[in-house]
């Protein structure tokens, strides 16, 4: 089973927005600077929504088969990307670099 449900929430420190799950659940965190501002961070991540949910729905699916270390570390993993003739060295989850809907940058 993966992502199933959505909660929007907002940070309590410093950081950015970013993205998570909790069980089968996507979260969705609003930066708290943006959310005083009234700057909605929301409008920049909708061309990436479907990547994003394929990206934690793949978390949740490796959790449940090979456990939260694991699925944790995908987010480590590194390759690099040519693009325009340039090479970036970039983690898997750089949805700048990811090339379809999977929510995985591949080289």
Known sequence: MTIYGFALACAIDESPPYFTYSDHTMLI????????????????????????????????????????????SLDDVEIIVERHRAKFQVTLNNMLFAKDMSGIVTP
């Not at 943006?34 to 729905?57: C, N, R, T």
């Open 29 to 72: 965190i609003q930066s708290k600077d943006h959310a005083k501002s009234q700057i909605d961070d929301f409008q920049y991540i909708e061309p990436f929504i479907e990547a994003l949910i394929s990206h934690e729905s793949i978390h949740v699916v490796i959790k449940d088969l090979e456990g939260a270390n694991t699925s944790d």
